[in-house]
């Protein structure tokens, strides 16, 4: 069974950094596009940034120029380096990946189960 799990959240001061990871794991044949989310408590998931087997990116544009996706794909790992972090940036980031598995024979979209990100002073 494919499993994404995030890593990396935590509490972090106005202007600093934080680098989140997600590891996919389990009987994986490929994965296409892999993409952060967050989701701001009261608010709607949105789109944080995305990024293909390839290495073509996009960003939603509060976060341009502070952040970037990454990914490793022998490891099956995306990051997301953040820096000039806002208190607005304060959410529960999720990973989501689209997946093929040796059960299936298309990719399906998994989720992580989101990791805190908290900017406060």
């Known amino acids: 069974q494919v499993q994404l799990v995030e890593s990396g959240g935590g509490l972090v001061q106005p202007g600093g950094s934080l680098r989140l990871s997600c590891a996919a794991s389990?009987?994986?044949?490929?994965?296409?596009?892999m993409r952060w989310y967050r989701q701001a408590p009261g608010k709607e998931r949105e789109l944080v940034a995305a990024?293909?087997?390839?290495?073509?990116?996009n960003y939603a544009d509060s976060v341009k120029g502070r952040f970037t996706i990454s990914r490793d794909n022998a490891k099956n790992t995306v990051y997301l380096q953040m820096k000039s972090l806002k208190p607005e940036d304060t959410a529960v980031y999720y990973c989501n990946a689209d997946i093929r598995d040796y059960d299936t024979d298309y990719h399906l979209a998994y989720w992580g189960q989101g990791t805190q990100v908290t900017v406060s002073s």
């Open positions: 990024i293909t087997y390839g290495g073509s990116t």
């Open positions: 389990g009987s994986i044949i490929s994965i296409n596009a």
